[in-house]
């Protein structure tokens, strides 16, 4: 029995990891480098959500733990195993599914996702420069025959910038460890299923279900480990009183059973047992409510609006002939691996350049502006879907949002009716989100009733109705002009402006 490491999680309550991942992976400088990027970009509206990319890969890598620990003999009780082959595949795949989890986010930007769109400045070729870096690393690490395969599903995996930089670090800098733990574990490491898990990229091989069953365990776009942590670490962390998700109760009804798919071929899934519908209902439930009243706050929109739009104003000081090859330095697989690139980083960059307005207005809070309206119900009520009886004229929802929520030519046009407002002094900074309502895919969560596979969407149709995405725009102004604005009258105003109105119908 291997020596362990007893980590006490407020979420998980006690981890254990074998002191060789410790000694090898988790002491090492570079994951060591999450416990300085910010899990999230809430704590500027929940101060107690002091979480970090470090605890939750070790709570990803938790949960990944329980889930192929529990499945080991569900596989083998399976009647007529037709692809489950051997212990020493599914052993295999366990290990390297539990590295890959820990490793998973081992690659994230500063700031978490507020920043790794920067990470798709540099192209090469047409696509993105660590696209060609993953695969220049992988080709090196397995057969060709393996990697003219993997190509040819990588390009329908569409992996997020963080995603591809954490399987690049995974089987650069990692690529002796993963091996020398394998090894002690008697199998061997699988550079090409690490980076499938991590980047969420199935085998199109009919002959591969068990590995893309352990794949969407971690990357998937219904229920995965990864969603599963952070779901619950977001909700309890920063203390916002939502639903309870019984991750152990899910985890324990994880069952994996034979399906015939839509070309009429058997192939092997996982499923979740009747009992666990009330618990997926939460994990539903629980994540829109982190999208619909944390992730989209206005403070939250606001505040990830100026770091983001800071570091290209600082660009611009830093590198006025060529400002995205200064982004493109610091947002690179590079200068992690080198420099352990970190929110530290970008705080003493923001410190250096506080001279400029919107990179001082994240320092000095009382100085930011204030949103007219503070959430997507508040704006559904002042701008209808439908407004045919007006007298200001027909205005379009849609032609608002799209003009508004531009970064082009048209949406300056409108920040300047505004500014002619008669209200002097009034600017206004224009953010466009969205509510992620429909972000967990219900369709693809099976569930296992009465011998019979449902998909969740199917049984829980009513009291879940599929809600596209939901964007809308918040608008910023001082805080001294709000306060004495008729907020009403200034929205009228808005709707007034002429390339707003409705289309007549063709």
């Known amino acids: ?33 999450l416990r300085r990027i910010e899990q999230t970009s809430m704590r500027c509206l929940y101060p107690s959500a002091r979480h970090d990319r470090f605890i939750h890969s070790i709570g990803t890598y938790h949960l990944a733990k329980q889930i192929s620990d529990s499945l080991t003999d569900k596989f083998q009780e399976l009647p007529n195993n037709k692809f489950f082959f051997n212990d020493e595949l599914f052993n295999k795949l366990r290990i390297n ?42 080709s090196s690490c397995i057969k060709s025959e393996e990697y003219n395969e993997f190509k040819k599903d990588y390009i329908k995996s569409n992996p997020s910038p963080h995603e591809i930089v954490s399987a690049f670090i995974a089987i650069t800098s990692f690529k002796i460890e993963l091996q020398e733990l394998c090894c002690s574990r008697e199998t061997v490491v699988d550079y090409n299923f690490i980076v499938r898990a991590i980047t969420g990229t199935l085998y199109s091989d009919s002959n591969k279900s ?8 971690l990357n998937s776009s219904a229920i995965d480990v990864d969603k599963l942590d952070y779901i619950t ?43 666990a519908l009330s618990v997926i209902q939460n994990v539903v439930t629980c994540r829109n409510l982190l999208y619909t009243w944390i992730y989209s706050h206005h403070k939250v ?31 690179s697989a590079e200068n992690i691996k080198q420099n352990y690139f970190c929110d530290d980083d970008i705080w003493c960059l923001l410190k250096k350049h506080r001279d400029i307005p919107c990179v001082n207005e994240i320092f000095d809070r009382g100085n930011q502006k204030k949103a007219l309206w503070k959430s997507f119900v508040e704006f559904k009520e002042l701008f209808p ?20 929520g531009s970064d082009g030519e048209e949406a300056e046009e409108f920040k300047e009716y505004v500014r002619s407002y008669n209200e002097p002094g009034i600017e206004a900074k224009l953010i466009k989100t969205s509510i992620k309502l429909s972000s967990i895919d219900r369709s693809a969560i099976l ?8 998909s969740y969407n199917t049984l829980l149709e009513e009291m879940n109705p599929n809600l596209s995405i939901k964007n809308f725009l918040y608008i910023y102004i001082d805080k001294e002009i709000k306060s004495n604005m008729d907020i009403l009258e200034f929205i009228r105003y808005i709707k007034k402006y002429s390339k707003f109105k409705m289309m007549p119908p063709q």
Request: glycine share 4%; proline share 2%.
């Open 210 to 217: 068990l590995e893309n069953c352990f794949i969407k365990l």
């Open 97 to 138: 599914f539990q590295l890959a989890a820990l490793l998973h986010d081992v690659g994230h930007s500063p700031f978490s996702h507020t920043l790794e769109g920067y990470f798709k400045l540099e192209k090469l070729n047409h696509d993105i420069k660590i696209n060609w870096q993953l695969k220049d690393a992988l």
């Open 385 to 404: 879907e439908e407004e045919f009886n007006l007298k200001i004229g027909d205005f379009s929802v849609e032609n608002f949002k799209s003009i508004a």
């Open 301 to 331: 929109q606001y505040e990830t609006y100026l770091i983001s739009h800071s570091i290209k104003e600082i660009a611009q000081v830093e590198n006025t002939d060529s400002p995205n090859e200064f982004i493109s330095s610091l947002f």
């Open 447 to 454: 569930i296992l009733l009465n011998g019979n596979i449902y």
């Open 233 to 275: 670490r977001d909700s309890q962390l920063s203390g916002y009183d939502n639903v309870k998700v019984d991750t152990e109760r899910l985890i324990s009804s994880i069952t994996p059973c034979y399906f015939i798919n839509k070309n009429n071929k058997e192939q092997l899934i996982l499923a979740y047992n009747k009992t």
């Open 1 to 33: 029995m291997k020596d362990v490491k007893i980590i006490r999680d407020t979420v998980h309550g006690y981890i254990k990891i074998d002191k060789d991942i410790v000694n090898t992976i988790i002491d090492s400088p570079l994951f060591q480098r």
